[in-house]
């Protein structure tokens, strides 16, 4: 692989990003090189507090500001003091190792003398403040308490972006002043320590081996052996046994190649320590790029069940707990990307890079640290060497151990992913049997995310059933459960598969059958109850909802759909009854940017549907978003949707009952462009008669 110095001579588009870096670099010393930098010598607290509570979206943090005692929500919201100061200070300390690594990584490429100096200022000032700071005393008592930070984690992850910006100089052949080398290595020793100490009370004493800590306290311990010149004896103890670097691989990471969690956040979280320790590990002569756990898990799996997890447009789902986009979260994931691309040169991770340097850049070419640091290869667009996914094929994906499955089928621009496994614990939500649908040029109906964990809503809204694409009985969220896929089928009629949940609910079976043919994706969601329940079918659209036939709505005084569990910030906007003793047809359009989906739901009789309104997509929660409840009480409901990518609109009819008593579903389009009949066969699951 190139040195940084290579990469700025071979490549443009290398030369230009060391540039870009040690222009923001200037700007963040005030054009002063010479200007003394200033560290907070306050610890940091808890950066999930970093949250307004009116609007529950993520402060504003500007790099730029050295000091801060007022902290702005992107509303204009002004809050001051605990805790949003010491979250503050989590993001400046964290902003201060990464102009380290920055100021690094700029000498590295171009051999700018003060960018050196900056980053052995920021370096030898850290390690002469933290032997300071005392293990914090307002950490939370479930928190594996730190110095620096509340949190062990943070620390360990601040501590390797302070360690690779210290390597990057001595490699780069930087000598430091005895006495800054001095308190390093004392810095260093005391990282060690107590990551050591960390490491055995996570595995030892609380026997939590598989947490996403431990991949980190290895990272951070991986690191602090490699400033240290330990012996390859010593990286062993990180390499075996409980906890360690092939241990962790293999009990937190599902054989199918997703993180034990079920979260696509922590699995990219998880990756990222993994590469940091497998970076430091190749100063000792070993190897785990290459590394397979016992049931075959590896990092080049565990990215590309990534690059197949994603949208047409390289987009990741929010699967459980994570935001939803997110400047950080997104460097992680070009950093992982770039990294995976440079090792295992995968083709299939560039529309994943692609969208991120997009999100975060505005464009698809390489830019900013982590392509300076991770990117290979003459290409300065990411993408020119991958085929465009707009009208490419891509295969169904199920993954069985995790409990995902994601549906495609040639020809239709729809897709559908599908949740069943487990809970995820404390990252898992309350989302069995959830369904996110996507268009081939965006997001239809997708899983919402979730928001800082100082927010009412993390557990309040974006956890709860009633947030998620599926079903809830009794007003109340479902039960922490596991639920099984009972039939998977691909061939050239259509993508099927069959969900069945018995731990939701007491008394309760849920089954969803899924379809998805050419031409539409077919919905059908059935449950049975022991005693008469209030059953909600829940849709929370991203795309805008256009409801038609209006007049048959009638407009609400406003109302609450209930107290409990996420229901009281559903706001109920009008309704659709159906008083008649046949079920009707409800239609609407759901119109996304640059495509249109037509979608009709089965409305039984005596059933309520409603138009409501929520708490949005977790990366803003006030732009609240449209959605529908459809209500119906019994012991038993069939709830049928159907979705068709295109102009017209469709009409279900329940038209009669097949031979063995079942429900027949039609489906037609008004202008007769598509017109199909389905049934659920006890066998063959969901089927188009015909």
């Not at 469709?650 to 031979?659: G, P, T």
């Amino acid at each position: 692989m190139k040195t940084l110095r290579d990469k700025a001579a071979a490549w443009d588009w290398s030369r230009l990003a060391a540039d870009e870096l040690k222009a923001e670099l200037a700007e963040s010393r005030d054009q002063q090189p010479h200007r003394e930098i200033r560290l907070p010598h306050e610890p940091g607290g808890w950066w999930h507090q970093y949250v307004c509570p009116e609007h529950h979206a993520e402060l504003l943090f500007d790099p730029l500001e050295q000091d801060a005692v007022q902290f702005r929500c992107p509303h204009g919201c002004v809050l001051e003091g605990e805790p949003y100061r010491g979250a503050w200070l989590v993001f400046r300390h964290q902003a201060m190792a990464r102009y380290a690594l920055q100021a690094a990584a700029v000498y590295a490429a171009d051999g700018e003398e003060w960018c050196a100096g900056m980053a052995k200022e920021i370096l030898a000032g850290y390690a002469r403040q933290f032997p300071l700071y005392p293990v914090h005393p307002d950490a939370q008592p479930w928190m594996l308490k730190g110095r620096a930070f509340h949190q062990a984690l943070t620390e360990a992850i601040w501590s390797t972006t302070l360690i690779r910006a210290y390597l990057l100089l001595k490699d780069s052949g930087v000598e430091f002043a005895q006495a800054d080398e001095e308190a390093l290595q004392t810095f260093f020793t005391m990282l060690e320590e107590s990551m050591e100490q960390y490491r055995h009370i996570l595995i030892h004493e609380k026997k939590n081996a598989e947490n996403n800590y431990t991949a980190w306290l290895n990272a951070s311990l991986a690191c602090v052996y490699a400033a240290k010149g330990a012996d390859k004896a010593k990286l062993q103890t990180l390499l075996d046994g409980p906890g360690g670097y092939y241990h962790h691989l293999s009990i937190g990471v599902k054989p199918d190649g997703f993180e034990f969690e079920g979260s696509t956040y922590y699995h990219v979280f998880v990756l990222r320590a993994y590469f940091i320790a497998a970076e430091m590990c190749l100063r000792f002569g070993v190897n785990l790029y290459d590394a397979k756990g016992e049931a075959g898990q590896s990092l080049q799996g565990m990215l590309q069940v990534l690059a197949e997890l994603s949208g047409d447009q390289g987009q990741l789902p929010a699967l459980h707990d994570g935001p939803y986009n997110r400047v950080p979260f997104a460097r992680e994931i070009i950093e992982v990307f770039e990294t995976g691309l440079s090792v295992y040169g995968s083709r299939e991770l560039l529309p994943v890079l692609a969208y991120h340097y997009r999100y975060i850049l505005g464009t698809d070419k390489r830019g900013g640290l982590e392509a300076l640091l991770y990117g290979n290869g003459p290409a300065a667009e990411v993408n020119l060497f991958a085929p465009a996914q707009d009208g490419k094929e891509r295969p169904s994906l199920m993954l069985a151990d995790s409990g995902f499955a994601v549906l495609r089928h040639k020809g239709n621009p729809l897709s559908v992913q599908t949740d069943f496994g487990e809970h995820g614990g404390s990252h898992g939500h309350f989302d069995k049997l959830h369904v996110s649908i996507m268009h081939r040029l965006g997001e239809v109906a997708p899983e919402m995310g979730t928001v800082p964990y100082g927010s009412d809503l993390r557990l309040g809204w974006y956890a709860t059933t009633a947030s998620h694409n599926t079903v809830t009985i009794g007003g109340s969220s479902q039960a922490p459960h596991t639920a099984a896929c009972t039939l998977f089928r691909e061939d050239e009629q259509g993508t099927n598969i069959r969900l069945r949940s018995e731990g939701a609910y007491p008394g309760t079976v849920l089954e969803r059958h899924l379809l998805l043919t050419g031409e539409v994706l077919v919905d059908w969601f059935r449950v049975t109850t022991e005693g008469e329940e209030t059953i909600d079918w829940w849709l929370h659209p991203s795309a805008e909802l256009a409801p038609l036939g209006k007049e048959a709505w009638t407009a609400l005084t406003p109302q609450t759909a209930g107290t409990e569990d996420g229901y009281g910030l559903v706001e109920l906007l009008s309704r659709c009854d159906n008083t008649s003793s046949e079920a009707q047809s409800a239609a609407w359009s759901l119109n996304g940017d640059g495509f249109a989906v037509q979608a009709a739901v089965l409305q039984a009789p005596e059933a309520e549907l409603y138009e409501i309104r929520t708490p949005g997509i977790a990366e803003d929660p006030s732009q609240t978003i449209g959605g529908l409840l459809l209500r119906q009480k019994g012991t038993a409901a069939d709830f049928v949707a159907v979705y068709r990518a295109g102009g017209e609109p469709l009409r279900l009819s329940a038209v009669s009952q097949n031979s063995g008593g079942g429900l027949v579903v039609q489906a037609n389009a008004e202008t007769g462009a598509f017109s199909g009949s389905f049934a659920v066969d006890p066998v063959l699951g969901l089927v188009q008669l015909g």
